[in-house]
Each structure stands twice: as C-alpha cells, then as structure tokens.
C-alpha cells in the first residue's frame, strides 16, 4: 500500500513539474561591432532582452569593465513575450586598440542563468596635425542627369582651381564617403558630427558638403556645409545661379566664405552652444541625477550623490581662470551662509589635470561649501550633463531629481534660482520646463 502511495506521489511531482511554466532569456543581438572610433569617443548602443518561455523572467545585468556604462536596469519581471531595452555606453581608450568587452546578463532561466553579450570596437589615433591644409568637396545629388552633370562641374572646377584661389591641398574624397557611410552613427547623429570625426582620422583638415537641387527655374541651388575638423560646431553658405555658371559660381562663393571666416566661425559658435544647451537642459531636466563620486580637494574626503539625500543640492561648475565664475562663486557664498540648514552646494572645477591649483583656489577664497573634483568614471557621466561650458549650474531636489539647468550668470539666473530655492524648501515645486533663457 505504501508502495503505491509513493508511485502516485512520484507520478503527480513529474506532472507537476512539466506543467511549470519556465521562462527563457533571448537577447538580440548577441553581439554588437561599433566599428570604427576615434580614442575617447562614445557611442551609445542597445541591446534587447525578451523572454519567449512561458513564466515570468527575472534578469540582472552588469557591465564587465569601468569602459562600459549601463544606461538603465533591467525590471525585476519580465512577462512571457515581452522584451526591454539594455542601453549602453561605450566609452573609447585615448589611444588606439581593438578592444572586445562584455555585458553580463543574470536570470531564472535554468538554462541560460549567465549571457554573455559582446561588444566590440576598433579605436584608431587621430591624423589631422594643426598645420595641415587639406580639403575636400562632398556633393550630395539626385541622380537625374541634369544635376549629376552639375556636380561634375563643381567637382572639376574645385580641384583645379582650390589650390591656386585658396593655397589648400585638395583630397580625394573617396575614402573619407566610404568611412562616413561605414560609421556606426551613420543616420543615427547629425552628419556634421560624423564628417568632423572622419576629418580628424582621415587627415582632412576642411570638408565642404553641397547638397545640390535644381529650382523652379531650372537653375542650380547649393546648401553647403563647412566642416573643420578642430572645430566641434559646423558653419554654412548657400549659392543659386544658372546650371552652366554652377562651378564658377560655386568656387566665388567658397572663396567670400573663407574671406570672412573669422565671423562665420563666431555666428557658428554661437549658434552651436545655444542648440547643445537646449538639447542639455532636455537631457536632464525632471530626471535624477547620474551615480557620481567627487574628491575634496582641500579635505581629502570622497562624496557621492548619496551625502545630499534629504537636502537640496547645487551643483556649481566652475573655471580658476573663469571670470564669470568669480562673481557667481561670491553669490554661491552668501547662498550657502543664506540655507545653511537645507542645501548643500559642491563648487564642480573642470580643471581635472590641474588639481594643485583647484586646492590652492579654495584655499584661498575661503569657500564655505566644497571644491570638487570628480573621479575619472563619474567625469565620464559628468560629460553627458555638463553642457561644456562655464559657469553652469544644476540644482537637485531633496529626492535627487534635477529641476534647473542654466549656463552663464546674470540677473534671470539670479531670480530664477532664488525662485526655485525658495518652492524646493517650501515643499511646493512643480516640474521645471521653462526654456533656456
């Protein structure tokens, strides 16, 4: 009789456990080539976790080296047939080597309890030296006949006479179209971005891209882009003439631009830093701020996010040799002897290779807050909110979510931030979605 009560127990455990629903981890892709880069790039990616089981999937990833970033976590269920996103970021050597990383993948499916995902990355050193004076056309046209005889024109016309009118050195631009397709940000990134890159590698020193159209008129309309590989923000010029005057036409214009560089490469700074600062203030405003990690200069001791939990936090990005910064750090003093109890202010220096001189700084001005420097994995973070320029400054709630962006120090950062200041400790603030001013 036991024996047969034993049988039957036997019997419902197997059909127990082949009914259990088990979940199964598919990632896609496995592995990931960023093709090409240059030595301290970044370059986001993302892989995609899905489980196709039949029970619920519980994942944990984890980055195998400091050069990777995971952008977010994995939820603590994923349901049968649903995936999510695993975004990273890879953050290039300074100097040239093929590196193969990984990303690890923990779960509750028994089969695949560990995956391994690749990535892979081919850093190349920068050519382009400061005394080279090369450069080369990029046309970009339908391929009616019509205007690929229009960019033939242009083409010749430019190198013939580019050298002679402008004493530049011009390039085939074969090589420099095949890296630019080729790169892993092609379609993905402004193209000015990707062409700045492949200057700086192929040793391309100006790169002057027409996208060409034929009007209404049947005349030729050119919207050129200027590229310099040293500098981050590209400028313009336009030109509109009849088809059998295109290639003239198009190397006076070319030759009034470079007269007047000086200007143009002002107005294209100007509007460049505007656009990344928006784009910035986008990026971080209402979200939390990153994991970060800072080193007093003048005490030694080590911060993190965490040490301003409960209380509000400015973050004052900041020069030793910025003007502005002077004056802001003046109003950052009486701030802080102003809400000793509720906020906490950390003077950010961007001056990471010159730390004796950032510790002789505070010393000297006798600041009542801390003067920073970040550690080198949080200055990688640090780049992606800090918007390159000085003074900045980001304030965070008590909860650690940042409710203010601003670059520069005037009067509308001063009421804006005393604003603010004054609704965080009150316990009234909204979502800040104000505009940069």
Not at 150 to 171: A, C, G, Q
Request: hydrophobic share 40%; with cysteine; glycine share 6%.
């Amino acid at each position: 009789m036991k024996f047969r009560h034993y049988i039957t127990l036997i019997f419902i455990m197997f059909v127990a456990s082949s009914c259990a629903k088990t979940p199964t981890i598919v990632v896609s892709p496995e592995s990931i080539n960023l093709r090409t880069l240059s030595p301290g790039e970044s370059v986001e990616d993302t892989f995609w976790v899905k489980n196709i089981g039949e029970g619920t999937l519980s994942a944990e990833a984890r980055s195998g080296c400091d050069c990777i970033e995971l952008e977010n976590e994995l939820p603590d269920a994923i349901a049968p047939g649903d995936s999510f996103p695993l975004a990273f970021v890879y953050y290039a050597p300074d100097s040239a080597v093929v590196e193969k990383k990984s990303i690890f993948i923990s779960s509750n499916d028994e089969k695949n309890k560990v995956k391994k995902l690749s990535i892979t990355a081919t850093v190349r050193n920068k050519k382009l030296a400061r005394g080279d004076s090369t450069i080369t056309f990029i046309p970009f046209a339908s391929k009616e006949t019509q205007l690929k005889n229009v960019s033939d024109n242009i083409m010749r016309t430019f190198f013939s006479e580019v050298n002679s009118k402008l004493h530049f050195h011009p390039v085939n631009p074969s090589k420099i179209i095949q890296d630019i397709i080729s790169d892993h940000n092609y379609g993905k990134k402004p193209i000015s971005k990707i062409v700045r890159k492949w200057s700086l590698m192929d040793s391309v020193r100006w790169v002057i891209a027409c996208q060409l159209s034929l009007g209404r008129d049947s005349s030729v309309i050119g919207k050129c882009s200027v590229v310099d590989g040293f500098s981050e923000f590209p400028m313009e010029f336009s030109f509109r003439t009849a088809i059998p005057k295109a290639g003239s036409v198009f190397m006076d214009s070319l030759v009034a631009f470079f007269g007047d560089i000086g200007n143009r490469y002002r107005n294209a700074m100007m509007k460049g830093m505007q656009i990344k600062w928006a784009m910035q203030r986008k990026e971080v405003m209402n979200k939390p701020l990153p994991k970060m990690q800072f080193v007093d200069v003048r005490t030694g001791d080590t911060l993190t996010e965490k040490d301003a939990k409960g209380k509000i936090l400015l973050l004052h990005f900041f020069g030793i040799d910025c003007e502005h910064c002077e004056e802001e750090v003046k109003w950052l003093t009486d701030l802080a002897n102003t809400h000793p109890e509720n906020l906490i202010i950390w003077g950010v220096s961007i001056d990471m290779d010159k730390p004796d001189s950032v510790e002789i700084f505070a010393r000297q001005h006798k600041l009542p807050y801390p003067i920073v420097l970040p550690t080198s994995e949080s200055h990688r973070r640090l780049t992606r909110i800090y918007g390159g320029a000085t003074p900045q400054t980001i304030v965070a709630d008590k909860d650690g979510i940042v409710r203010e962006f601003f670059v520069g120090f005037n009067r509308v950062f001063i009421q804006r931030l005393e604003s603010l200041l004054s609704s965080l400790t009150n316990g009234t603030s909204s979502k800040n979605t104000g505009a940069e001013k």
